[in-house]
């Protein structure tokens, strides 16, 4: 059984927020999924824990390297190994920019605890084999031709972080129909959240 270990299926939590780190932790505990966690980035680098079968779950904002610069690194050093993003609101294009550096997905505070356990599941098995990914990716791909040019200038708009209002000046229309534009965008990309609509087009982007 020992001798397995090292490639059986584990979660790494990396977050320097130490309550964040427990509460992950129970979490996975209850799920039944090997958990190990690290202070930061670097000490987590520095440790060089195995990658065959892991799932990485790090905070994009902590001292010294940080999600985005973390998940360049094992994108180089492992690119099998997914990368899951936890983010702030205002952090959002901070975890785009880890995406398009090889994190495989994003989840925005407060978070869901089904919702992570879902987003970590996928990770692995997309890691195992990425059939499903790529099935993912022409969904999205098939949902965002639904969408009329301007509802795509909107949604880019968003994508990019920027606000109704600022979308709204740049398209020379009223918030309101910014508004129109962006609920009518979400209901075709079949998106909940805000978060969900730019995780899929970003991924659309990578595609």
Same mark, same amino acid.
């Given at each position: 059984m020992a001798s397995n270990e090292a490639s059986d299926? !584990?979660?790494?939590?990396? #977050? %320097?927020?130490?309550?964040?780190?427990?509460?992950?932790?129970?979490l996975l505990d209850v799920a039944e999924i090997r958990v190990r966690s690290f202070v930061s980035a670097d000490a987590f680098l520095k440790s060089a824990p195995p990658l065959s079968g892991a799932c990485v779950v790090t905070d994009v904002r902590m001292p010294g390297t940080s999600g985005v610069e973390l998940?360049?690194?094992?994108?180089?050093?492992?690119?099998?190994?997914?990368?899951?993003?936890?983010?702030?609101?205002?952090?959002?294009?901070?975890?785009?920019?880890?995406?398009?550096?090889?994190?495989?997905?994003? !989840?925005?505070?407060?978070? #869901? %605890?089904?919702?992570?356990l879902a987003a970590i599941r996928k990770a692995m098995s997309a890691s195992a084999g990425d059939a499903q990914a790529q099935k993912e990716r022409r969904e999205i791909l098939e949902r965002l031709a639904l969408l009329s040019a301007r509802e795509r200038e909107v949604v880019d708009g968003l994508v990019d972080g920027k606000a109704n209002k600022m979308i709204a000046f740049d398209l020379d229309i009223s918030p309101r129909t910014v508004e129109v534009y962006r609920a009518n965008a979400m209901m075709k990309m079949q998106a909940k959240t805000l978060s969900d609509l730019v995780r899929m087009v970003t991924i659309a982007r990578l595609a």
């Open positions: 299926p !584990i979660v790494y939590i990396i #977050d %320097d927020d130490e309550s964040a780190r427990d509460s992950l932790e129970f998940a360049e690194q094992l994108k180089k050093r492992d690119d099998r190994v997914p990368v899951i993003v936890i983010t702030g609101h205002a952090d959002v294009p901070l975890a785009i920019q880890a995406m398009k550096a090889g994190a495989a997905d994003f !989840i925005e505070k407060p978070f #869901d %605890d089904e919702a992570l």
